[in-house]
């Protein structure tokens, strides 16, 4: 999991709440990422950001927001307008957001809207 | 439309033999290609990266191939042993640093 925290592992929510995940890295990384994952299938990339105060929607942006004011954090809101929420967010970063450029991922956190 | 795709049913392989994963891609031209191992309810882990110009790659019991003309990349264990026991995802890098995931096959070595 490197120096990548995400808290917490487990969060329920109840329908129509609003709920933020966190991501923490130490790594001194630039660009940070958001994917969900669903049963048996890959990861889907939500936001992402390769500078502080900049980001940009992935492929599946819509109910989520996030925001970047400091490098290391990188948090992510499930809003009420998601309408299946229940997933496994996983939060990556690399060092520059350049092509080619490993990316580390974070232990996760299991969502399960009630 | 773009697809990546691996082999979705689970591997069964014997310990001591080579373990042997697909990877097959269409309507995409990447320049690098990334292999994950994922445990259960655990982030993924990077193994190895190889480029569009690289046939081959390895890392100790690890090989990748990479054919840009087949589209596909093979993912080889050698001398398999109980704890590689796992999910393991291929990301293609094509535009920037969006990696773009196939839905990964899990493998399982019997002692």
């Known amino acids: 999991d490197g120096g990548i925290t995400q808290s917490p592992k487990y969060l329920f929510r109840k329908e129509g709440q609003n709920v933020t995940l966190s991501c923490e890295q130490n790594?001194?990384?630039?660009?940070m990422y958001w994917y969900r994952q669903d049963p048996g299938q890959g990861l889907r990339l939500i936001y992402y950001s390769q500078i502080v105060n900049d980001f940009q929607k992935g492929d599946i942006a819509e109910g989520y927001s996030v925001s970047r004011e400091k490098k290391e954090s990188f948090p992510l809101t499930v809003t009420s307008a998601q309408k299946n929420p229940t997933a496994f967010y996983l939060c990556?970063?690399?060092?520059?957001?350049?092509?080619?450029?490993?990316?580390?991922f974070g232990p996760g956190t299991r969502l399960t809207v009630l | 439309s773009q697809k990546i795709e691996q082999n979705s049913e689970a591997l069964n392989i014997q310990e001591g033999k080579t373990a042997t994963l697909t990877c097959n891609y269409t309507?995409?031209?990447?320049?690098?290609l990334q292999w994950y191992r994922q445990d259960p309810g655990r982030g993924p882990v990077f193994l190895l990266l190889i480029r569009e110009n690289e046939k081959e790659k390895r890392k100790e019991r690890l090989k990748v191939t990479f054919d840009t003309t087949l589209k596909q990349s093979l993912f080889h264990i050698t001398a398999s042993q109980p704890a590689d026991s796992a999910t393991y995802l291929c990301?293609?890098?094509?535009?920037?640093?969006?990696?773009?995931f196939g839905g990964g096959t899990r493998v399982l070595v019997k002692p």
């Open positions: 309507n995409y031209s990447p320049a690098y």
């Open positions: 990556a970063s690399s060092i520059e957001g350049a092509t080619g450029d490993t990316q580390y």
């Open positions: 990301a293609l890098v094509a535009a920037g640093n969006k990696l773009t």
């Open positions: 790594l001194n990384h630039d660009a």
